[in-house]
């Protein structure tokens, strides 16, 4: 009897066990197949919201201001003073306003009639006359050059309009005399006298020196006026070179006040007043 109960009792424990290792495995499977499922789903990416960076406002180029483009030589300073006379129109000038010492004066740009400047003497002690504006700066160059060794004897400063009239006409005449027609003696008059109005002696702005010399171009005062008379405001108006620009023989005792700055860029560019006005 004994004996059967431990045999059942065995049996039962057998059972009981497997009962167990099927249970195990159920709940071994279970587990693998929820591990597998759960390494199968993608991982969740967590993005965070993009950080733009902070737009700064675009800053432009510094705006630099615009350069004028620079003129050859001295032509710039002068270019625009002057209005450009039509082929066969006169012009009337007066030497006034900032730019008075620049003044054009010619066959087409011509000084009122009644016009007469306030004049001074040339130096002290001179019957010629010079515009009061100008006076003072011959007579700084005239005691430059003395203290240099130089004379530059005033031989003609300003000239009334009725004294040049009478030039004029007086070297007209004489060129009718030569057998010139009257067009041809007007055009070779105004080679060496303008008619009145259109001289710059007129203005008295120019002034003519004297030496005891005929030849004055050979003079020491040639020499120093050509290499000193800048600094003091005078070109020679009438360069040997430039008679095809200015329409007038060449003068080298006839020297122009022009005004220190101009005068200096006149030097140094080597132009004629027409060519510094932009006229040529």
């Not at 620079?70 to 900032?98: F, K, M, N, S, Y």
């Not at 050509?226 to 430039?242: C, I, M, N, Q, S």
Request: hydrophobic share 40%.
């Amino acid at each position: 009897m004994a004996r059967t109960i431990s045999k059942r009792m065995l049996k039962a424990k057998g059972v009981l066990a497997l009962l167990l290792l099927v249970i195990l495995g159920a709940l071994t499977a279970g587990y693998l197949l929820t591990e597998r499922s759960a390494a199968a789903q993608p991982a969740e990416t967590v993005t965070e919201p993009p950080t733009e960076a902070p737009t700064e406002a675009p800053t432009e180029a510094p705006t630099e201001a615009p350069t004028e483009a620079p003129t050859e030589g001295a032509t710039a300073q002068g270019a625009g003073l002057v209005q450009r006379a039509a082929e066969g129109e006169i012009l009337t000038v007066t030497p006034e306003g900032d730019n008075w010492a620049l003044t054009y004066i010619g066959l087409q740009y011509r000084l009122p009639e009644d016009y007469v400047p306030e004049l001074a003497a040339a130096v002290e002690g001179s019957d010629e006359q010079l515009d009061a504006r100008v006076a003072p700066y011959f007579a700084e160059m005239y005691a430059a050059a003395k203290a240099d060794g130089c004379t530059l004897t005033p031989y003609a400063g300003y000239c009334s309009q009725a004294r040049q009239a009478e030039n004029y006409e007086n070297r007209v005449q004489m060129h009718l005399n030569a057998g010139m027609t009257q067009e041809e003696a007007q055009a070779a008059a105004a080679q060496r006298i303008q008619p009145a109005g259109a001289s710059e002696h007129n203005a008295g702005l120019a002034i003519d020196i004297g030496s005891a010399s005929a030849d004055f171009v050979s003079t020491r005062e040639f020499a120093w006026l050509t290499e000193h008379a800048w600094e003091y405001g005078f070109v020679l108006r009438y360069p040997e070179d430039k008679t095809d620009v200015t329409g007038m023989l060449y003068e080298p005792w006839h020297w122009r006040f022009v005004g220190e700055q101009a005068a200096k860029e006149m030097h140094e560019s080597g132009q004629c007043l027409e060519e510094y006005l932009g006229l040529a």
